[in-house]
């Protein structure tokens, strides 16, 4: 193996690859970069046709619609995954702005012990009990600071409302990744939030309902307030502010009217259409458990709900219509249709002054039976340093001992050692479908189709190119090479750069072959020759196949889990082929094909060698490193409340004739 490594390093320089020599490799004979994302759409559009029949059947009558309320409730609930105890609030008023008919408290409180959530609170001068707002915050890095926002909070508190505006994690004076100075380690809030989204997915928590939280425990302390009419609260947010108000209107009771403003849309067409937003905006399972972004407000029916949007806003408008006229059927049944309304103008996304008008005049309407239109006068606002609400301007710097969610993430790691260790003390048996349910394993679903797609004569040995395919999966390429004379071991390379980086280099090819092995180099899906398009993924989300892992991820089926089981069919192959019967198998997989294929040998006792390139030995890693590329590619939800990786290599060892599993930290190609 040593001198096979050492030779392999030459030939990285001994062979460049053109792209002709790539090509000629091909087995597909289409365009299959877009094959892995036709897929997960497909997954996508059957889960939202039959949440569309379960919408059908509930707007049959009000019993049913309310039963489908509830249902709603409970599977957002269990998205969510657990919170925080709610511990004490710790709340302080840092500093006071005065101005014409109403006041400007800073304020700091802790969303869980030693995690601080910034915020501004505006309050009328009069001494009587006001209703209340919560304002959500795009994705400015102002945050609360940023202007519109500012306009939109002074205009409700001159007309009679308190309004709180939370600075979002990652974004004002919360971000949670900065250098000794406070300055962000990434490129902005969207980066962050992403980035956070990853780890936290592991432990089961996601950043929206981290935000959900903060949010909570900000209408916790806004409801202290003497100044506040606590029957009489509402919330408004702006982009992924109107995603949190969407998200929060669902959860929260205690909110009794809300205003998204330019964020709803339908999910299906937007995912489809535009593909899929920041990690402040994805929740795993959200396709797998039929929830539409329409759903979330169906939850809060039929108390008063306004929709803002731009008619020219790059938030879909004809899905915001889409969600609109669901909304309609269903404040109908529930005899309210009066509060539901779309007010939308001709502009683009945000909260622009007539948008705010809007708002006010909906908020007075159903909180003060005054639905008279108020046009918003000249607004003197402040500047970002006036309105932080700490000396350092970031939590981070300010408060020591600041437990930011990276942090709390690796105390989440350590805390959920011991479950996973009474999870690993089960049967094997019980162990090993348990694993098999959460990584999404498919075994013996459906039949494997073998089908020939052509030789190609390269020196002296003959390429055989030869597709996979299963009914309702993506066909796989493989290229298959044998001796002339019997094989007698199996090699399977699994290259996250795909096979035809491999395949060019005849000398590695031939050492093989001149000691009898047959060798199959493949693509898994996603990579190779199914790989995106870069194009398509944003750099800012720090991931080359970040589109198509959050779909999958919202459809209920991890890259991870799809490629174990492309990795067993590349097993089930080579198992149903009488010329390699009990023979000797080695599996070689490079990067984001390694986890896979370690998941596979779990659950396939024929491999006798894996070696695994540039793998990670524990998830952990990915809290360690947390600005590393590419990490969504490995992403379980929750799979941190059950094993680590190295637990698998555990069940592994401790089955009869466990293979040996060589970790590498190179790979020469």
Not at 147 to 162: E, M
Not at 346 to 372: C, T, V
Not at 577 to 589: G, H, L, R, T, W
């Amino acid at each position: 193996m040593k001198k096979l490594f050492h030779f392999f390093i030459l030939l990285v320089f001994a062979f460049p690859l053109s792209s002709y020599s790539q090509k000629q490799y091909n087995v597909l004979d289409w365009k299959a970069e877009s094959s892995l994302n036709t897929y997960l759409l497909l997954q996508m559009h059957e889960q939202y046709a039959e949440r569309k029949t379960e919408f059908n059947k509930a707007i049959s009558s009000k019993q049913e619609l309310l039963s489908y309320k509830k249902n709603i409730q409970q599977r957002f609930i269990k998205l969510l995954g657990n919170f925080p105890e709610r511990t004490a609030l710790n709340a302080t008023v840092t500093g006071t702005i005065k101005a014409e008919n109403y006041k400007i408290e800073k304020i700091v409180y802790e969303s869980f012990p030693h995690h601080h959530v910034t915020s501004t609170l505006y309050i009328p001068d009069g001494n009587k009990k006001f209703p209340a707002v919560l304002f959500f915050c795009g994705h400015e890095v102002e945050s609360k600071a940023t202007i519109s926002y500012q306009k939109t909070a002074i205009l409700f508190a001159q007309h009679g409302f308190v309004v709180m505006v939370i600075d979002p994690i990652s974004q004002g004076e919360r971000f949670q990744l900065t250098d000794k100075d406070g300055n962000p380690l990434t490129r902005g809030g969207t980066t962050e939030h992403t980035l956070l989204n990853e780890s936290s997915n592991l432990l089961g928590l996601s950043t929206p309902s981290d935000e959900l939280w903060d949010n909570e425990r900000g209408l916790d302390y806004l409801v202290t307030r003497k100044e506040v009419d606590t029957s009489r609260v509402g919330c408004l947010g702006n982009s992924g502010g109107g995603m949190q108000t969407i998200y929060f209107a669902a959860f929260d009771k205690r909110i009794k009217i809300a205003a998204p403003c330019s964020y709803l849309s339908n999910r299906e067409r937007t995912l489809e259409i535009s593909g899929t937003a920041d990690g402040c905006a994805q929740i795993p399972n959200e396709g797998k458990f039929h929830l539409e972004l329409s759903d979330y407000l169906i939850a809060m029916a039929p108390k008063p709900l306004l929709i803002l949007a731009g008619k020219y806003d790059f938030i879909d408008y004809t899905g915001t219509v889409m969600a609109y006229d669901e909304l309609k059927k269903v404040y109908n049944i529930l005899d309210k249709p009066k509060q539901l309304k779309l007010f939308s103008y001709d502009d683009g996304h945000g909260i622009s002054q007539p948008k705010r008008e809007a708002a006010l005049q909906w908020f007075r309407q159903w909180m003060y039976g005054d639905a008279n239109f108020i046009k918003e006068d000249e607004i003197k606002t402040f500047s970002e340093k006036e309105l932080m609400a700490t000396v350092s301007g970031q939590v981070n710097t300010f408060y020591t001992g600041e437990l930011n969610l990276f942090g709390r993430n690796f105390l989440l790691f350590d805390e959920l050692q011991n479950k996973r260790q009474a999870f690993l003390n089960q049967n094997i048996a019980l162990l090993a479908k348990k694993i098999s349910e959460i990584i999404g394993i498919e075994i013996g679903r459906h039949t494997l189709q073998v089908e020939e797609a052509g030789q190609l004569q390269k020196n002296n040995f003959i390429i055989h190119k030869t597709i996979l395919r299963k009914e309702n999966e993506i066909p796989l390429p493989l290229l298959l090479i044998n001796p002339l004379s019997t094989s007698k071991k199996i090699i399977i390379y699994l290259n996250d750069n795909g096979k035809n980086k491999l395949v060019d280099s005849s000398n590695f090819i031939q050492e093989y072959l001149n000691n009898n092995c047959s060798i199959i180099l493949a693509d898994i899906r996603g990579i190779g020759e199914t790989e995106d398009k870069a194009e398509f993924n944003d750099p800012k989300y720090f991931n080359k196949e970040y589109r198509n892992a959050m779909l999958a991820l919202h459809i209920g089926k991890s890259l991870v889990g799809q490629r174990t089981n492309d990795i067993l069919n590349i097993l089930q192959f080579v198992h149903q082929n009488d010329a390699y019967n009990k023979i000797p198998i080695e599996v070689n997989a490079v990067g984001i094909t390694s986890l896979p294929a370690l998941y596979a040998v779990l659950f396939d006792n024929t491999v006798s060698e894996l070696n695994l390139y540039k793998s990670i030995n524990s998830f952990k890693e990915i809290f360690d490193f947390p600005i590393e590329k590419n990490w969504y590619s490995w992403v379980i939800p929750d799979v941190l409340q059950y094993f680590d990786v190295p637990d698998i290599e555990k069940i592994i060892f401790s089955k009869s004739n466990p293979p040996v599993i060589h970790h590498i930290p190179l790979f020469p190609l």
